[in-house]
């Protein structure tokens, strides 16, 4: 295996998987992983689920692609489901989150103009929040490290920090269009953000006439126990942004708005070449299928509950390793006191796949069927991981 002809944007381990099922993983080497990353939140509902197999298979066999020139069923179907489940009530469909995330930035926009605010461009946005890698995602990130060596960022963004009330007040000028943040930075390091700000945030784009978009790409799709997180937070934003678990591994992003504002997207403003193809809805649909099935969601609050209550009990036995336990439904972050990197490592020795995020945390978003004993496997190998950089620290002090 070789990597040499690929851009070496990444720092690949040196792992490839030919097989999934459930939660679990199987390498080339034959060896099993249980993969509480799930491709950072992608494969919602696991690796390979049967229902998902079956409408992809049966889709693959029918058409592919006809371009958004023409009517979609399954694209159609997708979107009444997703407005009937939420407040939205316009959809558009696109590949993944910075794009959906940039639909979201043109959308609020666009509702400006046609509302008689041509100059109302500007969106704020909050430190350590992630939205993409687009220059516009990347703009509305605006972490220096991530723009570096790409010229001059996109304008039209103002940045405060989160939770600072007083901030997000000093900055709305005549030219605010939108205030635009994360529930839970998962990226920043799976920080919840306090319910009060949310609703605070509501209020002032109410009394102001500002957009409040909240994007859901990682907190989205079943994730906190609810199909999406503003109904758990009990904040109803004017747009939000989907990507990663809405496709359970088929690449799919979409925009949600409510119709005041999504109408003001007319024929020509925004477009996509691949959004919403037969093949990405119909399998999102299955996702769907499976993520609103009675119950479903329920569980997912339960084993939550179940997996912060098991991580607590390894953070408890390693406190030179490990910090606190924090976030919500089967979204959550272990803060940890050694390097966050070699947290990963040794769980990845320990046959365990966590996801690395900001605030040296590593996170654990699971697919969604997760079961039980899949959570309590997971804390076992995390307290693996514990024991083996506790063993390192002392080899390394001793020597």
């Avoid at 119909?282 to 993520?291: I, M, R």
């Avoid at 046959?351 to 699971?366: E, H, Q, S």
Wanted: charged share 20%.
């Amino acid at each position: 295996m070789t990597t040499n002809s690929l851009f070496p944007t990444y720092n690949r381990a040196d792992i490839a998987f030919e097989k999934g099922e459930g939660v679990w993983l199987v390498g080339t080497d034959g060896r099993r992983y249980l993969d509480m990353g799930s491709g950072i939140a992608v494969t919602s509902v696991g690796h390979a689920h049967p229902h998902l197999v079956a409408v992809l298979q049966e889709a693959a066999t029918k058409v592919w692609h006809t371009s958004n020139l023409y009517r979609i069923p399954e694209q159609e179907r997708l979107a009444d489901r997703l407005t009937a489940a939420t407040f939205a009530e316009r959809v558009f469909f696109c590949n993944s989150g910075a794009e959906a995330n940039e639909a979201a930035i043109k959308t609020a926009r666009r509702y400006q103009y046609v509302s008689g605010h041509p100059e109302r461009v500007r969106i704020v946005t909050f430190q350590g929040a992630f939205h993409g890698r687009t220059l516009g995602a990347l703009a509305a990130t605006g972490v220096a490290k991530y723009m570096e060596g790409f010229g001059e960022p996109a304008p039209g963004f103002d940045k405060v920090p989160l939770g600072d009330l007083d901030a997000v007040k000093a900055v709305i000028g005549p030219e605010t269009a939108a205030i635009m943040v994360e529930p839970v930075q998962g990226e920043g390091g799976v920080q919840l953000v306090d319910r009060e700000f949310l609703r605070a945030l509501r209020k002032l784009c109410d009394d102001h006439g500002l957009v409040l978009i909240f994007d859901e790409i990682q907190t989205g799709v079943g994730r906190f126990g609810t199909l999406f997180a503003y109904e758990a937070l009990g904040v109803t934003p004017d747009i939000l942004s989907a990507a990663k678990g809405l496709g359970g591994g088929f690449p799919i992003g979409a925009c949600l708005a409510t119709a005041a504002v999504g109408d003001a997207m007319t024929p020509g403003t925004h477009g996509t070449t691949f959004g919403g193809t037969p093949l990405a809805c119909a399998v999102s649909n299955a996702v769907l299928d499976v993520v609103l099935a009675d119950g479903f969601l329920d569980e997912v609050k339960r084993k939550g509950a179940f997996l912060m209550q098991s991580l607590a009990g390894v953070v408890d036995s390693h406190p030179s390793v490990f910090e606190t336990v924090r976030g919500e439904g089967l979204m959550v972050g272990v803060k940890c006191r050694a390097p966050a990197g070699d947290v990963a490592l040794a769980a990845r020795d320990a046959g365990l796949l966590v996801v690395p995020a900001g605030d040296n945390v590593v996170r654990f978003l699971p697919g969604l069927v997760a079961t039980e004993e899949d959570l309590r496997e997971a804390a076992r190998r995390l307290d693996a991981a514990g024991e083996a950089v506790e063993k390192a620290k002392k080899d390394t002090a001793v020597v």
